[in-house]
């Protein structure tokens, strides 16, 4: 086959049902097996769904085969009519499908170990017809085996069952054999680091052109937990010089642990602080993502939810501050971080406060206006957020963005 582009080994991804294309079944399998092809040395770059049209699976086949090493297809090899992914793989490579002794005795196995005394139905028999000269991937989880065939154009194809479980075990046996399949694949050197306190388009103008050379790749992935993570794969002498200059380019950005929350608890424990948290909108958010650190409770003293106005007043909020400013405010936010940080005996405290939605917002204060502040020994510091989305993302971005918060004020205190 041609070689493929930048010298990169390409991998393609298909995925088969029309339970996708309906949105009853999310795709997590796609992703499942990107991670795994990216950590063997193949480059995914390009991903694609389908319903169960005949037509449309063997069109996508076609055209994913042509500039690929390799396509895996998952879903479409069960035993129903609708079922039509060995028949595509047959139109793509030009062969027939032909009945395989071997996969019906798998097909018989898995009903002998699993429904002992059943009698395999009649409409099982599709599952051990695979296209001529394909290999049959076995299937240890379920009745239908998978395939392996090869297309004119050079490009292996693999066909995985759409259950996750199954689906997993026989990727995991065929991997193992990739350098075998593609003569020359070299697992690339893989490293990365995370940054937070700036924008994806603000690295893009510090780093201009790096983003687009072929080894090693540079990538930035935005996380919802409030940082960035920037990667580089390729050869690894050229990995190791590339993240060096983009660790020099971004210091002042850098975050020691791969998030805020693990780097916020890790520089607390160094320092031997501790921490609390008075959440209203965020009902939470921000002590289970700490919480969800190992170790966190040497640094998180406390968390209190103060939705209702008196439980702030209970805190310590000052009555006057809620009557004149109201719940959703600066002034609110920062006597609710300062009275958590007397009130629970902390060396910092966060605080939340807003309108999460989807209700209860107003042309001054419309959903998702929420005002996050930290209180630490200097005094204390506010931010209003303008956040959009379901009321479940708003709680998850005020919670991250108050951590982020945090930790500038924490790494500002160490000068």
């Not at 066909?159 to 694949?185: Q, T, Y």
């Not at 106005?309 to 109201?326: Q, S, W």
Request: net charge positive; with cysteine.
């Amino acid at each position: 086959m041609t070689a493929p582009r930048n010298a990169l080994r390409l991998a393609r991804i298909l995925a088969i049902g029309d339970e996708l294309m309906l949105g009853r079944t999310v795709d997590t399998n796609s992703a499942a097996i990107a991670r795994q092809l990216s950590d063997r040395g193949l480059v995914v770059d390009q991903m694609r769904q389908v319903g169960d049209g005949l037509d449309a699976i063997t069109s996508a086949l076609q055209t994913l085969a042509h500039g690929a090493d390799l396509v895996i297809c998952t879903g479409g090899l069960g035993p129903t009519d609708d079922d039509r992914t060995r028949a595509a793989v047959a139109g793509a490579i030009g062969q027939p499908l032909l009945f395989r002794e071997t996969a019906w005795k798998q097909v018989h196995g898995w009903y002998a170990r699993h429904l002992p005394g059943k009698t395999v139905p009649e409409a099982n028999r599709r599952q051990a017809e695979l296209p001529r000269g394909a290999k049959m991937l076995i299937n240890d989880r379920g009745t239908a085996p998978g395939l392996l065939a090869r297309h004119p154009s050079g490009a292996w194809i693999a066909c995985f069952p759409g259950v996750p479980h199954e689906m997993l075990a026989m990727a995991d046996r065929l991997f193992a054999k990739l350098p075998s399949l593609i003569p020359g694949l070299t697992v690339p050197a893989i490293s990365e680091f995370a940054i937070t306190g700036i924008g994806e388009s603000a690295v893009q103008d510090l780093i201009p052109g790096l983003l687009s050379e072929a080894d090693p790749m540079v990538g930035i992935t935005a996380h919802d937990a409030g940082h960035l993570t920037l990667r580089a794969v390729g050869k690894p002498a050229a990995v190791k010089r590339r993240i060096n200059q983009l660790r020099k380019i971004l210091n002042q950005w850098l975050i020691p642990e791969p998030t805020v929350p693990s780097s916020l608890v890790a520089e607390l424990t160094r320092r031997r602080m501790t921490i609390t948290a008075a959440e209203s909108c965020t009902g939470g958010q921000v002590a289970a993502q700490l919480t969800a650190i190992p170790g966190s409770s040497r640094v998180l003293r406390e968390s209190r939810v103060v939705y209702h106005p008196d439980a702030k007043r209970a805190l310590g909020v000052p009555a006057a501050i809620l009557r004149e400013h109201g719940v959703v405010s600066e002034q609110t936010a920062l006597a609710m971080a300062e009275s958590a940080r007397t009130a629970l005996s902390a060396d910092i405290a966060v605080a939340t406060t807003g309108i999460a939605g989807p209700t209860g917002g107003s042309e001054q204060l419309p959903v998702g206006t929420v005002w996050v502040a930290v209180a630490d020994a200097r005094g204390a510091v506010a931010k209003r957020l303008r956040l959009s989305g379901s009321r479940t993302r708003i709680q998850l971005r005020a919670a991250a963005t108050t951590l982020v918060l945090a930790w500038e004020r924490l790494r500002q205190a160490a000068g």
